[in-house]
């Protein structure tokens, strides 16, 4: 079944999205509050548009997206606030839903992890092998969290969705 979003909840999501995207870009955090915040507004957007069902379907969403990443976060591959940031999108899309988000932003990760370290290793070649005081190792990931979650909206605005239950 393929799950079509409805505006509210695309303008919602997109907005928290870019938001903690932005904020992780500049200061490689994603704060508590902005996660809390979003995650209440979108299980209260669920319930309101759906009732007991879109309250289980977040919580489900939720749950799902939280045990796909935590083993990422136990073994160092990510922080908390990225784990958390992915949950809280998860709402969104339901249990099924939320497998394609995390599959989709493990994609968009790997994807830019490699622009990342490609673009560090060019410029400490410019810069005479040194490493530059911004290459602290830390990886904004926030913005392959947006981009799995829209290229799950795409895909399921196509009749396309990466897990099916039958």
């Given at each position: 079944m393929i799950y079509e979003m409805p505006g509210?909840?695309?303008?919602?999501?997109g907005s928290?999205?870019?938001?903690?995207?932005?904020?992780?870009?500049?200061?490689?955090?994603?704060?508590n509050a902005l996660i809390i915040g979003f995650?209440?507004?979108?299980?209260?957007?669920?319930?309101?548009?759906?009732g007991s069902l879109g309250l289980g379907s977040a919580i489900g969403g939720l749950l799902v997206a939280l045990a796909l990443?935590?083993?990422?976060?136990?073994?160092?591959?990510?922080?908390a606030g990225d784990v958390k940031?992915?949950?809280?999108a998860a709402t969104f899309f339901g249990p099924?839903?939320?497998?394609?988000?995390?599959?989709?932003t493990l994609v968009?990760?790997?994807?830019?992890?490699?622009?990342?370290?490609?673009?560090?290793?060019v410029r400490r070649r410019i810069?005479?092998?040194?490493a530059s005081p911004a290459d602290d190792g830390r990886f904004p990931y926030a913005g392959a969290i947006c981009a799995g979650a829209i290229t799950t909206i795409a895909l399921q605005a196509h009749g396309i969705s990466l897990l099916s239950w039958n």
């Open positions: 509210l909840s695309l303008l919602v999501l928290f999205l870019s938001g903690a995207a932005i904020v992780d870009l500049l200061t490689r955090r994603i704060p995650l209440a507004i979108a299980v209260m957007l669920q319930i309101g548009l759906s990443m935590l083993p990422f976060y136990a073994l160092g591959g990510m922080a940031l992915t949950a809280a099924l839903g939320a497998v394609s988000v995390v599959a989709l968009w990760g790997a994807l830019f992890g490699g622009l990342l370290l490609a673009s560090r290793a810069a005479g092998g040194t």
